[in-house]
């Protein structure tokens, strides 16, 4: 077997080709190298938590329609079944409940009741901003 000074220089050679990725295209050091990125890149997700996960939201089974404002931002119309009638901040805040999982952190400026000719409130038009 062969030790020495030689030994520990091919190897220490070796390691420096790795981390400087200094080996011929189609060599078995290439080869090995090019796996054990493709391993890591497939397995590490199976091993490794990341964190990476989106937040799961599970919007409430309404009908909600999108709108452009004309201003710029967005118009939601809310069925009127999602929320319960009440003062001003339980409106607000059943309205976010339902708006948010669909559009993300935003402020409700203002909201108005639509209702057919009968004088029924069928939904509410809400105008809002992202913050």
Do not use: C
Not at 14 to 39: A, K, N, P
Not at 54 to 63: D, F, G, K, L, Y
Not at 71 to 95: I, K
Not at 103 to 127: A, C, L
């Amino acid at each position: 077997m062969a030790s020495g000074p030689g030994l520990a220089s091919n190897a220490w050679r070796t390691i420096r080709g790795f981390i400087l990725w200094s080996h011929e295209r189609g060599s078995i050091q290439y080869d090995v190298m090019v796996t054990l990125i493709l391993l890591f890149v497939f397995l590490s997700p199976r091993i490794i938590n990341f964190n990476d996960r989106p937040v799961e939201r599970n919007p409430p089974s309404t009908a909600v329609m999108v709108y452009p404002d004309g201003a710029g931002g967005l118009l939601y119309q809310v069925d009127a079944h999602a929320v319960h009638p009440g003062n001003d901040d339980s409106m607000r805040n059943q309205l976010l409940l339902v708006i948010e999982p669909i559009s993300g952190e935003i402020s409700i400026s203002r909201y108005e009741p639509v209702t057919d000719p009968k004088g029924k409130i069928t939904s509410y038009k809400v105008w809002v901003e992202r913050q």
